[in-house]
């Protein structure tokens, strides 16, 4: 399955603070040492730019690069930070041994396979005593998720969209990565946080993926066979996720967090 569309940077933002506490929170744990030169920041996957001006706020004499593989975010993101930089890169494929202060990724490794490999290969883009930090969203086992899958193989979905994978990696334990970080570092700080976001409505839930994960499902098909599935997929939202005492329903939301100090030559 491939998705037919680039990524949409005013639905995406819809949600933006939400979407950008996690960021803050992964960047609250980033200290970095003090060096003698410009440091080198390095944003895996930057979105329209949101996660970067985070950087951009908290490390204000850094030189910051953005790379991301969406023409439509690159765009948003050089409007929205002129003195940043913006480059079309495919984080499966990003290189530069030891170049960067700090490499981060907010919630873009998900979209990347092979974290096996991938993991220790972005740990090694750090320069000795650097960080490498990087969230990613826990979700595949969610009703969130797991509905897009079911939905996707009841007819008429499952003609067109075939049954296969959407291209997202299935996250590990934090010991899983703590693993995986552990023999290039000092240091190694792995943490789970589960937010609960009160969201209007199930249309809400949908609109909220309808920028990320329900993208595979739903680029594919035609106006009439996307409406229905957002209308099923809804529906699904509202049995899962119940009305709270305002009416608003908590969208709990489960993302695994890695900081790690890449260690002395
Ligand atoms: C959920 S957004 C995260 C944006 C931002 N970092 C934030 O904190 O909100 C994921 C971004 O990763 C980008 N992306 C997905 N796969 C990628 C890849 N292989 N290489 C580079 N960017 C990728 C998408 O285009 C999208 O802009």
Redesign the pocket.
């Known amino acids: 399955m491939t998705v037919a569309t680039?990524?949409n940077?005013a639905l995406?933002t819809r949600f933006?603070d939400e979407?950008?506490r996690?960021?803050r929170d992964l960047l609250a744990r980033c200290r970095l040492a003090p060096g003698t030169g410009r440091s080198r920041i390095l944003?895996?996957?930057?979105?329209?730019?949101?996660?970067?001006e985070?950087l951009a706020e908290r490390f204000p004499d850094a030189d910051i690069t953005?790379?991301?593989?969406?023409e439509a975010?690159l765009r948003a993101a050089r409007e929205r930070l002129p003195r940043c930089r913006f480059e079309r890169?495919?984080?499966?494929s990003?290189d530069g041994e030891g170049l960067f202060d700090l490499v981060y990724?907010?919630?873009?490794l998900?979209?990347?396979l092979g974290h096996e490999t991938l993991i220790p290969r972005l740990l090694r883009l750090v320069a000795p005593g650097g960080l490498f930090a990087a969230?990613i969203?826990d979700n595949l086992a969610d009703p969130n998720q797991t509905q897009m899958r079911r939905i996707a193989a009841e007819t008429p979905f499952a003609a067109v969209l075939g049954g296969q994978s959407e291209g997202r990696e299935e996250i590990g334990s934090s010991g899983a990565y703590y693993d995986l970080l552990r023999p290039g570092s000092a240091e190694v700080d792995v943490w789970t946080t589960i937010y609960e976001h009160p969201m209007e409505d199930g249309g809400a839930i949908t609109r909220w993926f309808r920028?990320?994960g329900l993208k595979p499902f739903v680029d594919p098909l035609d106006e009439d066979l996307r409406a229905l599935f957002l209308e099923r997929y809804t529906a699904a939202m509202e049995s899962a996720y119940p009305a709270r005492v305002d009416g608003r329903r908590l969208l709990t939301f489960r993302r695994l967090f890695m900081v790690a100090r890449r260690a002395q030559a």
């Open positions: 680039d990524w940077p995406y933006e979407r950008t996690p960021a944003d895996l996957g930057c979105g329209p730019g949101n996660s970067t985070l953005g790379i991301d593989t969406s975010m890169g495919d984080i499966a990003v990724a907010n919630a873009s998900q979209w990347v969230q969203p920028s990320t």
